[in-house]
T-cell receptor, first 112, second 113 residues
Framework: DAGITQSPRYKITETGRQVTLMCHQT?????MFWYRQDLGHGLRLIYY???????DKGEVPDGYVVSRSKTENFPLTLESATRSQTSVYFC???????????FGPGTRLTVL | TQLLEQSPQFLSIQEGENLTVYCNSS?????LQWYRQEPGEGPVLLVT?????EVKKLKRLTFQFGDARKDSSLHITAAQPGDTGLYLC?????????????FGRGTQLTVWP
């Protein structure tokens, strides 16, 4: 089915472990984004990508790594998870400026 | 830097009441979008306003873009429990990175039956 999916939906990990959150979209949208959502902070942009092999930092990129070898996939990796990275992570995609961003269902990550 | 300030942060009202949510900035945006998010889901677009002074209506929801394209408001008439959710405004700035939106922190609306 067309759309944007995220996996896993829920993840519990321990401090110091590497974690990868997956994002896949079927629309061939050029732009993709990773946000984290925390109470009191709203949606904060972690990384974004304008096309395959083109990525850039957002507001809160420290501790995260992204890649985009294919247009449809945009994985987010926490290299060494910390408790402060406990959050709900959303992936989104869009065709371009002024266009609707389509969000995935989110991944709830807990770092113990 | 929080480019968009939303107010109020929380709103709890009875069914049938009217309400207005505000989204303000000192920056000019090429367009402004409003999203609604329900628990356990991602935000979903409600409307995009592009022209200064533009007013758009979506059933009982009225959206307005400020003349200077720095602010916006969302007015709900006769709120219903189904309107409950987190309302987010987001501004697009073509002068910066293409495709990026700047989100406000959101207004959590609860409508009681």
């Amino acid at each position: 089915d067309a759309g944007i999916t995220q996996s896993p939906r829920y993840k519990i990990t321990e401090t110091g472990r590497q974690v990868t959150l997956m994002c896949h979209q079927t629309w061939s949208h050029s732009y993709m984004f990773w946000y984290r959502q925390d109470l009191g902070h709203g949606l904060r942009l972690i990384y974004y990508s304008a096309a395959a092999d083109i990525t850039d930092k957002g507001e809160v990129p420290d501790g995260y790594v992204v890649s985009r070898s294919k247009t449809e996939n945009f994985p987010l990796t926490l290299e060494s998870a910390t408790r402060s990275q406990t959050s709900v992570y959303f992936c989104a995609s869009t065709r371009g400026p002024d266009n609707e961003q389509f969000f995935g269902p989110g991944t709830r990550l807990t770092v113990l | 830097t929080q480019l968009l300030e939303q107010s109020p942060q929380f709103l709890s009202i009875q069914e049938g009441e009217n309400l207005t949510v505000y989204c303000n900035s000192s920056s000019v945006f090429s367009s402004l979008q409003w999203y609604r998010q329900e628990p356990g889901e991602g935000p979903v677009l409600l409307v995009t306003v592009v022209t200064g002074g533009e007013v758009k209506k979506l059933k009982r929801l009225t959206f307005q873009f400020g003349d200077a394209r720095k602010d916006s408001s969302l007015h709900i008439t006769a709120a219903q429990p189904g309107d409950t959710g987190l309302y987010l405004c987001a501004g697009a700035d073509r002068g910066s990175t293409l495709g990026r939106l700047y989100f406000g922190r959101g207004t959590q609306l609860t409508v009681w039956p």
